[in-house]
């Protein structure tokens, strides 16, 4: 990951420059890194933006061809990846590090960076899988929309080389990935579960315009929560639902 590297100073989204490379005749490289200075249209989660301000934050993408995973097993991929970021941000934020499902990266109750996983399917498999990933790493403020937003700077307080912790990113994603492709999918599943934010408490969910109390249990093979409410009933969302 990351051996063939491209910058670009402004972009709309590196998900969508990424993906279009991917669709032209001349095959690009898997595990190719777009990284933009600046995404004058960055693209969340539920059709929402991604805000970074310019020269400040990761925004990047990776072009991943897992033909390996079927596509009823294409959330380990999110599993994977989730790990990578995780892993490569552990050694400078402990503990209070946590993957919040299905892909977020939380410091505490705030979050730190998300993903915008987008799988292009071709004939029954994956054929590309474009990974965008956005964190914050040294942006000072954030607009009062995104209350719940924090940077590595806001907390240990100090200016972060962006390539450096890139390059630590890529190599921890590529060990995951690699972990996957070995075969080693329970191990990969137990360690995403067990860096859940929220596993096991006891917690409010929105579900649509119902609220409910109750307890992340698991996360089902396919990318499902599995919550338990307090009437013990165990309960399935998906992304949308919940
Ligand atoms: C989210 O948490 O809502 C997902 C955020 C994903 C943002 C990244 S930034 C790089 C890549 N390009 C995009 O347009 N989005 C992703």
């Known amino acids: 990951v990351g051996q063939n590297y491209i910058t670009i ?3 709309d989204s590196t998900n969508n420059y990424l993906k279009e490379l991917a669709s032209n005749s001349k095959p690009v490289i898997e595990g190719t890194v777009i990284m933009a200075e600046n995404q004058f249209a960055g693209r969340g989660q539920h059709q929402n933006g991604w805000h970074a301000e310019p020269g400040k934050n990761l925004t990047f993408s990776v072009l991943f061809k897992p033909g390996f995973i079927s596509i009823a097993e294409q959330f380990d991929l999110t599993r994977a990846i989730s790990l990578g970021v995780f892993d490569a ?4 934020l402990g503990d209070r590090l946590k993957i919040k499902w299905p892909n977020d990266i939380y410091y505490g109750d705030y979050k730190l ?24 790493i040294n942006q000072e403020n954030f607009p009062p929309h995104l209350p719940n937003a924090i940077s590595l700077k806001q907390i240990l307080h100090q200016d972060y080389g962006l390539e450096a912790l890139l390059s630590e990113i890529c190599k921890h994603i590529e060990a995951w990935y690699l972990n996957l492709k070995a075969g080693k999918t329970s191990f990969v ?3 995403y579960l067990s860096r859940l934010y929220w596993l096991n408490e006891q917690k409010g969910f929105k579900a649509g315009n119902r609220f409910l109390e109750g307890t992340i ?6 990318g499902l929560l599995v919550i338990e409410d307090n009437n013990k009933h165990i309960l399935e969302f998906s992304l949308k639902e919940i």
Do not use: A, T
């Open 89 to 92: 941000l552990e050694p400078l």
């Open 113 to 136: 960076g998300g993903m915008l996983i987008e799988n292009m399917i071709q004939g029954g498999q994956i054929k590309h899988s474009i990974i965008g990933i956005g964190l914050n």
């Open 9 to 11: 100073k402004e972009v």
């Open 217 to 222: 249990k698991d996360v089902m093979f396919n």
């Open 189 to 191: 599943r137990n360690s």
